[in-house]
């Protein structure tokens, strides 16, 4: 224990400050879903504990989770597509529906500079996810 392993790889979440407690937790939630089914080689291998009991498997590296304002969180979208990074994005948009296809019909509805971006997750090499994330502080 105590060990710390380096990786080539970062996951970072920028997540709007502005949002409800409950809102910014869904949005971490969803958007790291994104970032495991596009980066299935990021999931470790499964849980079990002393008493043998199994739990699922985790996303095997540390994920970042920085706050943004509106703004910073464009900038940080651009920054991530300037460099071949996709990404996963939640919208306000998305709150209002109740369906994976309802959401993904809220988004495509909105060119990419309108889009009321609400949070943003990515992975990719670690030189690259700094300088997409650069200036922007942890969340608190």
Request: hydrophobic share 45%.
């Amino acid at each position: 224990m105590g060990e710390f392993m380096q990786f080539d790889t970062k996951i970072a979440v920028v997540i709007r400050n502005d949002l409800q407690t409950w809102q910014k937790l869904n949005v971490a939630s969803f958007l790291t879903s994104g970032v495991a089914a596009a980066f299935p080689e990021c999931i470790g291998d499964a849980y079990e504990d002393a008493s043998a009991t199994k739990y699922l498997a985790l996303i095997g590296q540390p994920i970042l989770i920085y706050g943004a304002d509106g703004p910073a969180l464009s900038r940080a979208l651009d920054r991530a597509l300037t460099r071949n990074v996709t990404p996963a994005v939640y919208t306000d948009d998305m709150f209002k529906t109740a369906h994976d296809a309802a959401n993904r019909e809220a988004v495509k509805a909105v060119a990419r500079a309108d889009l009321n971006l609400v949070g943003i997750a990515m992975r990719a090499d670690r030189k690259v996810i700094d300088k997409i994330v650069d200036g922007l502080k942890f969340h608190s």
